[in-house]
């Protein structure tokens, strides 16, 4: 299981209007204003997105992956296999006709990121204000609901009504924060965390998803989605089932993605053993890696089965060293394949 490390310690048009926004309300925040976090309580009609799909956090890496040879079927299968997981993790639909694009999208990474880039909320446009505000300044700035010891709740009105759990209807982000750094990395670092609502089984991981966003201080806007200010991005989405993806995205100079698929720390028991199955590619797998190189339009696919994460140390008796024969650590692709070029990054 690998949570954010780097991220951690910094620390419209919608689907989804809101209904009601309570504690939403934008206020002059001026150049010296410190923290304006508030709390944050919005209702929505629902959290399923179907519309500007094509700005969803991962819609450049669906399409990004469409082979370059139509008549590649291994490739084909590679790449309805990405697709397969990343809506298992993401909540996507496609449509049947068109599989390298997005119908609907329903995870809370998604909704906040929505939310943010359309400015639906005025506290979180104050935040983006005082960020902008501090690098005028050249001063160091946070936005943080944590520090301020506040909440982020966002409710789905019809997943209430349908009368399911609350692990549908109620969503909290106990992390939403910006923070400016001129005197290190000179970017604005945000930070997402979302945990699910409700009681799960004992002995099992608690869904989540954390997002961690560099910004380059000069391009950073107060409005929209601030796509070309970004040049990093790192998280994480566990699932139920003992489950996580997580993820590095490179804007700046190397424009490369990376998703590693695998177990948590429970579902590989502490990384002793190989974690949930899955199929991929119609080979049975535990472990998916995929890197994909957007300015020389390719994709490797890593994979391995029943191998843990970890291995006894044969230097060291009774200690473990990383297994290079897990998919996360192999040197080699286990497959790969050229991909039409898009020239997109989201």
Same mark, same amino acid.
């Given at each position: 299981?690998?949570?954010?490390?780097h991220? *951690?310690l910094?620390?419209?048009?919608?689907?989804c209007m809101?209904?009601v926004?309570?504690g939403? &309300?934008?206020?002059?925040s001026?150049?010296s204003?410190?923290n304006?976090? /508030?709390n944050?309580?919005?209702?929505?009609?629902?959290?399923t997105?179907?519309e500007?799909?094509?700005i969803?956090?991962?819609?450049d890496l669906v399409l @990004?992956?469409e082979p370059?040879?139509?008549?590649d079927t @291994?490739a084909?299968a590679?790449a309805?296999?990405?697709r397969?997981?990343?809506? $298992?993790?993401?909540g996507?639909?496609?449509?049947?006709? %068109?599989?390298?694009t997005?119908?609907?999208?329903?995870?809370?990474?998604?909704l $906040?990121?929505? =939310?943010?880039?359309?400015?639906a909320?005025?506290n979180f446009?104050d935040g983006r204000?005082?960020m902008?505000?501090?690098?005028?300044?050249?001063?160091?700035?946070?936005?943080?609901?944590?520090?301020?010891n $506040?909440?982020?709740?966002f409710?789905?009105r019809?997943?209430?009504?349908?009368?399911l759990?609350?692990?549908?209807?109620?969503?909290?982000?106990?992390? =939403?924060k910006?923070?400016? /750094?001129p005197?290190?990395?000179n970017?604005v670092?945000?930070?997402i965390?979302w945990?699910?609502s409700?009681?799960f089984e004992?002995?099992?991981t608690?869904?989540s998803a954390?997002?961690?966003?560099e910004?380059? %201080?000069r391009d950073?806007?107060?409005?929209?989605?601030?796509?070309?200010?970004r040049?990093?991005?790192?998280?994480s989405?566990?699932?139920?089932?003992?489950?996580e993806m997580?993820f590095?995205?490179?804007y700046?100079?190397l424009?490369?993605?990376?998703v590693?698929?695998? &177990?948590t720390a429970?579902? *590989?028991?502490?990384?002793?053993?190989?974690?949930?199955?899955?199929g991929?590619?119609?080979?049975t797998?535990?472990c998916?890696?995929i890197?994909?190189?957007?300015?020389?339009?390719?994709?490797?696919?890593? *994979?391995?089965l029943?191998?843990?994460?970890?291995r006894?140390?044969?230097?060291?008796p009774?200690?473990?060293?990383a297994n290079?024969d897990?998919c996360?650590n192999l040197?080699t692709?286990?497959?790969?394949? %050229?991909?039409?070029p898009?020239g997109?990054r989201?």
């Open positions: 299981m690998r949570h954010l490390s991220f *951690t910094v620390a419209f048009r919608i689907a809101p209904m926004l309570s939403c &309300g934008s206020e002059d001026g150049p204003a410190f304006p976090a /508030t944050v309580d919005v209702t929505f009609s629902t959290f997105l179907t500007a799909t094509d969803l956090l991962f819609s @990004a992956v370059a040879d139509s008549g @291994a084909q590679r309805a296999g990405i397969t997981q990343l809506a $298992v993790f993401l996507l639909t496609y449509p049947d006709d %068109a599989p390298a997005i119908a609907s999208v329903r995870n809370p990474l998604d $906040v990121h929505r =939310v943010i880039g359309e400015s909320v005025g446009i204000r005082y902008s505000e501090r690098i005028d300044d050249g001063q160091a700035g946070e936005y943080s609901n944590t520090t301020n $506040v909440s982020i709740r409710t789905d019809q997943a209430l009504t349908d009368g759990g609350v692990t549908e209807y109620n969503w909290r982000y106990p992390i =939403v910006w923070v400016y /750094t005197d290190s990395s970017r670092i945000r930070v965390n945990v699910a409700g009681s004992p002995n099992t608690n869904p954390t997002l961690g966003t910004y380059l %201080a950073f806007q107060t409005s929209g989605y601030n796509d070309g200010a040049a990093h991005t790192e998280g989405i566990v699932i139920k089932g003992e489950r997580a590095v995205r490179e700046q100079g424009n490369i993605d990376t590693r698929i695998d &177990g429970i579902g *590989t028991n502490g990384g002793s053993e190989g974690g949930p199955e899955f991929f590619a119609g080979e797998v535990d998916l890696r890197e994909m190189n957007y300015a020389n339009p390719s994709v490797a696919v890593f *994979t391995s029943g191998e843990p994460p970890r006894d140390d044969p230097d060291n009774g200690q473990t060293e290079p897990y996360l040197d692709a286990t497959s790969s394949y %050229a991909t039409a898009t997109l989201n």
